[in-house]
């Protein structure tokens, strides 16, 4: 497990090369594939880390994105699981150990813990969801939930 300030100094440059190679680039899919890969093999502790869409087509619904990992379950009704939760309350969720939230979808049973964090454009319409899930239990608090929010923030909120 990596100490608060080695994740701290992970996460700024991460959110710095992130910025980076986006930069200019307007296609949303492009953003998402992007920031889903460089997060994803920016931490060892990130066993499925990708993006769940909120689906225009179909009310509250999501429908799954860009991602890194095993197989994810394609669509998640608002309120369902951990990803419909963060989607409903538009409001980050961690979860320290998925046995204990009541309907975690487990797509991957190697999962243990995860966290979602909503993703808004520049209206405040919430678009999507970041999903990333951890072989380890406990493995995010507020310092991911604080780097995942300014990440999504300054790449999808523009
Ligand atoms: N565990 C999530 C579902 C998505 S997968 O983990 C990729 C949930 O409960 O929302």
């Not at 060892?44 to 999501?62: H, I, Q, R, S």
């Not at 990992?69 to 009704?77: N, V």
């Not at 409903?88 to 975690?104: C, L």
């Not at 072989?135 to 300054?154: C, M, P, T």
Request: proline letters at 3%; hydrophobic letters at 45%.
């Amino acid at each position: 497990m990596l100490s608060a300030s080695a994740k701290e100094q992970r996460y700024a440059a991460l959110a710095t090369e992130i910025a980076a190679v986006t930069a200019g680039e307007g296609n949303l899919t492009s953003r998402m594939a992007t920031t889903a890969c460089l997060l994803h093999f920016g931490f060892d502790a990130f066993l499925w880390t990708g993006f769940y869409l909120v689906d225009p087509d179909k009310e509250n619904e999501l429908v799954v994105g860009p991602y890194q990992g095993t197989m994810g379950c394609l669509r998640i009704p608002f309120g369902q699981g951990v990803c419909g939760a963060a989607a409903e309350a538009r409001k980050t969720v961690i979860v320290a150990d998925v046995e204990s939230f009541p309907g975690h979808i487990a797509c991957d049973t190697a999962s243990k813990s995860e966290i979602v964090v909503p993703v808004f454009d520049a209206e405040k319409n919430l678009i999507a969801v970041l999903d990333v899930d951890s072989a380890v239990v406990s493995a995010f608090d507020e310092i991911d939930a604080k780097w995942l929010e300014e990440i999504v923030g300054e790449i999808f909120s523009v």
